[in-house]
T-cell receptor, first 111, second 114 residues
Framework: GESVGLHLPTLSVQEGDNSIINCAYS??????FIWYKQESGKGPQFIIDIRSNMDKRQGQRVTVLLNKTVKHLSLQIAATQPGDSAVYFC??????????FGAGTRLFVKA | NAGVTQTPKFQVLKTGQSMTLQCAQD?????MYWYRQDPGMGLRLIYY???????DKGEVPNGYNVSRLNKREFSLRLESAAPSQTSVYFC?????????????FGPGTRLTVT
């Protein structure tokens, strides 16, 4: 079945720098990808999504890149702020109504 | 508009006790989900309900039962709690049949089984 993996369990960046969080997926037929942010003690919150017919999508300070050739997804956060400290999950829409989540990357922002 | 609400926020059970986790959404979403989240791991799907009146097993359904009471409410029941069920439980919902597939999550229930 589908699996989703992240390259790094933790990432530490300096405030103001850009952050890049990576994710890999296994099923080349996957067509919808989502990034969620989870702050301590809260449920995950939608950040941005991308369909397989796109390579790049931008939101407010965030960009998602999709490389279907190597089945790789990344989330870029520009000018990282202390409020960006959280766990970030990538997720892939699996068969039917199921969403497969990766294990998450914890982002630490140093002041 | 409260989104997705869950009760209780915290619960401690002894092994063998039963309990029901409640979830409700006010966004008129069709699909609802129950996940568990363990330290260092992503969210694992326990059960889901694609629409009112239907439920299906997810990745880790053993030891759990669910009820889709109506379109708004989706409950998760532990009939005989075990220490392995100590986890944080999240309920989520999403609309189906539309362009976006993102799920909206509740604040979670932190369950400890001793």
């Amino acid at each position: 079945g589908e699996s989703v993996g992240l390259h790094l369990p933790t990432l530490s960046v300096q405030e103001g720098d850009n952050s890049i969080i990576n994710c890999a997926y296994s099923n080349s037929a996957s067509d919808y990808f989502i990034w969620y942010k989870q702050e301590s003690g809260k449920g995950p919150q939608f950040i941005i999504d991308i369909r397989s017919n796109m390579d790049k999508r931008q939101g407010q300070r965030v960009t998602v890149l999709l490389n279907k050739t190597v089945k790789h997804l990344s989330l870029q956060i520009a000018a990282t702020q202390p409020g960006d400290s959280a766990v970030y999950f990538c997720a892939v829409l699996g068969g039917g109504f199921k969403t497969i989540f990766g294990a998450g990357t914890r982002l630490f922002v140093k002041a | 508009n409260a989104g997705v609400t869950q009760t209780p926020k915290f619960q401690v059970l002894k092994t063998g006790q039963s309990m029901t986790l409640q979830c409700a959404q006010d966004m008129n979403h069709n699909s609802m989900y129950w996940y568990r989240q363990d330290p260092g791991m992503g969210l694992r799907l326990i059960y889901y309900s694609a629409s009112e009146g239907t439920t299906d097993k997810g990745e880790v359904p053993n030891g759990y039962n669910v009820s889709r009471l109506n379109k708004r409410e989706f409950s998760l029941r532990l009939e005989s709690a075990a220490p392995s069920q100590t986890s944080v439980y999240f309920c989520a919902s999403r609309m189906t049949g539309m362009d976006g597939y993102e799920q909206y999550f509740g604040p979670g229930t932190r369950l400890t089984v001793t």
